[in-house]
Nanobody, 112 residues
Framework: QVRLVESGGGLVQAGGSLRLSCVAS????????MSWYRQAPGKQRELVAA???????NYADSVKGRFTISRDSAKNTVYLQMNSLKPEDTAVYYC??????WGQGTLVTVSS
C-alpha cells in the first residue's frame, strides 16, 4: 500500500523540542523529494522543509536555524527535528512525497 504515516506530534511549551517522523511505504523512497508542510487554523498549507532527492535541503524562513529535516533511506523515514518551538509553530504537520502523496497529518501545539 502506498502511504505516508506521520507521528511525533503533541503538546509542548514554548522553547521546547519535538521530532516528527514520517514512514513511507509502497514506493521507491529514495528517488523522490520528501517534504514537511504545515497548516495552522484559518491559514493555507505552507512548506516548512524539503529534502530533495539530490540531497539538498531548503527551509521556510520562519524555521531556519530551528528546524532540521533529515531522512533515513534504510528505514524509509523522513524526520523533522523542531527546536526552540514558538506558539506560532502550532499547526497540523503533513509529510509529502514529491509525486503528490500526503500523510494524514500530526498535530503540534506549542503553548506560551
Amino acid at each position: 500500500q502506498v502511504r505516508l504515516v506521520e507521528s511525533g506530534g503533541g503538546l509542548v511549551q514554548a522553547g521546547g523540542s519535538l521530532r516528527l517522523s514520517c514512514v513511507a511505504s509502497g514506493f521507491t523512497f529514495g528517488i523522490y523529494d520528501m517534504s514537511w508542510y504545515r497548516q495552522a487554523p484559518g491559514k493555507q498549507r505552507e512548506l516548512v522543509a524539503a529534502f530533495r532527492s539530490g540531497g539538498k535541503t531548503n527551509y521556510a524562513d520562519s524555521v531556519k536555524g530551528r528546524f532540521t529535516i533529515s531522512r533515513d533511506s534504510a528505514k524509509n523515514t523522513v524526520y523533522l527535528q523542531m527546536n526552540s518551538l514558538k506558539p506560532e509553530d502550532t499547526a497540523v504537520y503533513y509529510c509529502n512525497a514529491g509525486f503528490g502523496l500526503w500523510g494524514q497529518g500530526t498535530l503540534v501545539t506549542v503553548s506560551s
